[in-house]
């Protein structure tokens, strides 16, 4: 066995699953579909934003397709803030209804709370080896499209949903 075949064998692989905080034109099987060949591909770990509507479909269909595919799928929902991490005070917290995935947030501190969305996206391009997207990468000031940009700038392979939607 070469080094490459025990190194993929070692690696579980990771999707990251980011995008606009708007979809136009996207169908849910288009989504469905990528993320269940991402599964057929081997994946097992997604790293999934919660912010735009592109990452709550996203979320969705990754814990239908964990309930009926793939059980041994790990889903991590990646937070921006400590503050919805946090019981308010009638005890309640944005966790509360997510215990089917795990909560991870990066080292955001010093971030300007303007920008933590971007970064997140980012940090979540560097630690998968998929991204599945959707963002419109003529746009300069989006930062999903900043993401996106940066994702392929480092070599991590990109499948973008926003190229395939139907008009």
């Given at each position: 066995?070469?080094?490459?075949?025990?190194f993929?064998?070692?690696?579980?692989?990771?999707?990251?699953?980011?995008?606009?905080?708007?979809?136009l034109?996207?169908d849910?099987?288009l989504?469905?579909?990528?993320?269940?060949?991402?599964?057929?591909?081997?994946?097992?770990?997604f790293?999934?934003?919660?912010h735009?509507?592109f990452d709550?479909?996203?979320?969705?269909?990754?814990?239908?397709?964990?309930?009926?595919?793939?059980p041994?799928?790990k889903?991590y929902?990646?937070?921006?803030?400590?503050?919805?991490?946090?019981?308010?005070k009638?005890?309640?917290?944005?966790?509360?209804?997510?215990?089917?995935?795990?909560?991870?947030?990066?080292?955001i501190?010093?971030v300007?709370?303007?920008?933590?969305?971007?970064?997140?996206?980012?940090?979540?391009?560097?630690?998968?080896?998929?991204?599945?997207?959707?963002?419109?990468e003529?746009?300069?000031?989006?930062?999903?499209?900043?993401?996106?940009?940066?994702?392929?700038?480092?070599?991590?392979?990109?499948?973008?949903?926003?190229?395939?939607?139907?008009?």
């Amino acid at each position: 066995m070469d080094r490459e075949s025990i190194f993929r064998r070692c690696h579980l692989l990771v999707c990251s699953l980011f995008g606009h905080s708007y979809i136009l034109f996207l169908d849910r099987n288009l989504i469905f579909d990528t993320i269940k060949s991402a599964v057929d591909r081997g994946y097992r770990t997604f790293y999934v934003g919660r912010h735009g509507e592109f990452d709550k479909l996203a979320l969705q269909i990754c814990k239908e397709i964990k309930n009926k595919y793939c059980p041994d799928m790990k889903i991590y929902l990646v937070f921006t803030s400590m503050t919805d991490m946090v019981r308010n005070k009638s005890g309640l917290c944005n966790m509360d209804c997510l215990y089917d995935v795990e909560p991870i947030l990066f080292e955001i501190e010093n971030v300007h709370y303007k920008r933590r969305i971007t970064f997140t996206n980012q940090r979540m391009a560097e630690c998968c080896d998929l991204v599945i997207c959707y963002a419109d990468e003529e746009v300069v000031d989006s930062g999903a499209a900043r993401a996106v940009r940066y994702a392929r700038k480092i070599g991590k392979e990109v499948i973008n949903l926003f190229k395939k939607r139907r008009p």
